[in-house]
């Protein structure tokens, strides 16, 4: 059961052998479940009715043969309309149709179409020429069908042109990420290269310093070795040499002063007669005597030497 416009309808008590009369019912949708359910009826007779639009769900009655939609309110018909591949004859006259879905060109089994009385837009209204007999209606639809190709063959073209030109960009999209993901490689590398160029700076200066480090130690530990390998005797000499010496030189200045001291009192005194002084100036004569025989300090002698009484 179907309804439309409140009145059921009973679609099996239409069938006339394979001829399905739906015409004049008032019918503001097609009742497509239950045509489904008729695979026998291959002709339809859908006209004179309200109907303003097909649902795509129709497209899926392709064992229909013969359809007419004629005097009805259709602004379109669905994009799918190409899938009812068996059609042979379709009526379209008196509706609102401007433009026909391109989907129409799969149509191959159409052989009569009429599409008198509709707003067609230009291009198709003058492919479609008049359809006031049986040559012209098959006229009509050999044009549409060669024009609505065309049409396919444009949009495919068109599609395909599209495809390309997504793939292309697509590839340039891929191109520009692989040459990116390059780029950032090539600098984690070249990071990852300073980084262990640092590190091996670091390593290297860590290394000498410790070689340094072993080297000062070894050193002092040799130091340490030698001195403690010295004898004592030999490691204390030079301190008692270097602490005495100042002593024994102020020791050997005091002599010296001490004997001048004396000369000058056995030879410039009272007491040169004395006998403790006669020693001492025999010693001084002897002295006076050995220099004056020195050619370079014989006058400065005689100028200090003092007058004999």
């Not at 799969?106 to 049986?134: F, M, S």
């Amino acid at each position: 059961m179907s309804k439309g416009s409140g009145k059921a309808v009973n679609l099996r008590d239409k069938l006339d052998g394979n001829e399905l009369d739906l015409s004049l019912s008032d019918l503001t949708e097609v009742p497509v479940k239950d045509l489904a359910c008729l695979p026998k009826a291959t002709v339809l007779d859908l006209s004179c009715n309200n109907l303003r639009v097909l649902p795509s769900e129709f497209c899926s009655l392709t064992h229909l043969v013969k359809l007419d939609l004629s005097k009805n309110q259709l602004v379109q018909l669905p994009p799918e309309f190409g899938r009812l591949v068996n059609l042979q004859h379709v009526d379209l006259y008196n509706n609102k149709l401007v433009v026909l879905p391109v989907s129409f060109a799969q149509l191959k089994n159409l052989r009569w179409l009429d599409l008198k009385d509709n707003p067609l837009e230009a291009t198709l209204a003058k492919v479609a020429g008049d359809c006031l007999d049986e040559k012209q209606c098959r006229a009509c639809a050999s044009h549409v069908l060669q024009h609505m190709r065309i049409l396919q063959s444009d949009l495919d073209r068109e599609k395909q042109r599209r495809l390309q030109a997504e793939r292309e960009q697509e590839k340039k999209r891929e191109a520009e990420q692989r040459a990116r993901e390059a780029r950032e490689r090539e600098l984690r590398k070249k990071e990852k290269a300073e980084e262990k160029e640092r590190k091996r700076r670091e390593y290297d200066a860590q290394k000498a310093a410790r070689a340094s480090q072993e080297q000062r130690d070894a050193n002092r530990k040799a130091e340490a070795e030698a001195e403690q390998q010295q004898p004592c005797a030999v490691s204390s000499a030079p301190k008692l040499q270097t602490s005495w010496r100042p002593f024994v030189l102020k020791l050997f200045l005091l002599l010296l002063l001490a004997a001048a001291a004396m000369v000058a009192v056995c030879q410039l005194t009272e007491l040169r007669r004395d006998e403790a002084c006669v020693p001492i100036n025999s010693l001084y004569a002897d002295l006076v005597s050995a220099l004056k025989r020195q050619e370079v300090v014989s006058r400065i002698l005689q100028k200090l030497s003092p007058q004999q009484p």
